[in-house]
């Protein structure tokens, strides 16, 4: 079966959903190419590029890279592509950003395609993140500091604000999908998987 030339795929979900995971497996069986917007500008910090260079004191003082930068980015990125076919984990996180991705994309004649919103209840998704952070601490490792109870409960609140518009946004275009993120690794591929049909 051909592959159609473009795909693009935005990925939505609360911290500890298991979005990286199932984005990493999906994009390797679609052949999609896994776009994170903090993968990006890491590289560009790595490598001292000039944008590399514009975001470090902005990424060292802990603030958000502006979009047009973001965009910017991600415009390069796809620039490069034979065809755009592409998952996004991370990124758009606010309605403005979408707009303007959904501007870049029409101009590569790839518009979005889906839009899945992985979807756990908060308490399930708490005792996830706190178990990953003791887990990693049993195993030597030093683990995420984030992984605590408070810090996953102040996670968990901001992700609700700024994502909600975007599931208005997606919603309102007949995009989002709302998959039950609750289950085995592979029940809940599944269900992203029927989503996606």
């Known amino acids: 079966m051909t592959q159609p030339k473009n795909k693009v795929v935005i990925f939505l979900g609360p911290p ?5 995971t199932q984005a990493e497996r999906l994009a390797a069986e679609q052949h999609l190419v896994k776009i994170s917007t903090g993968d990006i500008l890491r590289d560009h910090q790595d490598r001292g590029t000039e944008l590399g260079q514009r975001i470090k004191p902005i990424m060292d003082a802990g603030q958000l890279v502006p ?9 390069d990125r796809l620039a490069d592509m034979e065809g755009v076919r592409v998952i996004f984990d991370g990124f758009p ?38 178990a990953r952070g003791k887990k990693a601490a049993e195993d030597g490792g030093t683990g995420r500091s984030d992984d605590t109870e408070e810090v996953a409960r102040k996670r ?24 039950d993120g609750v289950g085995s690794m592979d029940e809940v591929y599944g269900r992203i998987q029927d989503g996606m049909k």
């Open 93 to 130: 996180r606010t309605s403005a950003q979408a707009e303007e991705l959904d501007v870049l994309l029409e101009e590569l004649g790839a518009p979005v395609n889906h839009v899945p919103l992985l979807e756990v209840p908060d308490e399930l998704l708490i005792e996830r993140i706190v």
């Open 67 to 75: 979009d047009d930068i973001l965009i910017a980015l991600i415009r």
């Open 156 to 179: 968990q609140e901001v992700y609700r604000k700024q994502t909600q518009p975007l599931i208005d946004y997606y919603g309102a275009r007949g995009q989002l999908k709302h998959i």
């Open 16 to 20: 500890g959903a298991g979005k990286g």
